[in-house]
């Protein structure tokens, strides 16, 4: 196994709520308006410091996606996943990004966020607002 080489972000951070590496900067938060299993999501344009895992078909609320779930590098937790491709037109805009489930992560003030047990969310994905 090779050295670990951890990305350092400076400004508002989300960090992983195990261990506290740096995972993604407020600015890149493309939307808050999503959901997961445990409650809130965050869909990403850009992270760091995390490993892919396989990719999958996934029925999302808004569709079948191809979607591969992120690790964080240090301790290996789920964080999340990354939309490797869409099925429906609408929802390209998806593709190549992030979604940090807040449960997993410390917000930019090292706020926690707490998960949702009444929640049974399955395939879970944008709110319907």
Request: hydrophobic share 35%.
């Amino acid at each position: 196994m090779g050295r670990l080489f951890v990305q350092t972000l400076e400004g508002n951070i989300y960090s992983c709520k195990h261990c506290k590496t740096h995972l993604a900067v407020i600015e890149d938060i493309m939307s808050k308006a999503f959901s997961c299993k445990h409650g809130k999501a965050y869909l990403f344009r850009n992270v760091v410091n995390v490993t892919l895992g396989e990719k999958e078909e996934r029925m999302m609320i808004t569709g079948m996606h191809i979607v591969a779930d992120i690790f964080c590098v240090c301790c290996g937790s789920n964080v999340g996943w990354k939309y490797e491709s869409a099925y429906e037109k609408s929802q390209k805009y998806k593709e190549g990004k992030f979604i940090l489930e807040r449960f997993q992560i410390l917000g930019p003030n090292g706020s926690t966020y707490r998960r949702i047990q009444e929640a049974q969310i399955v395939g879970s994905d944008v709110d319907e607002e």
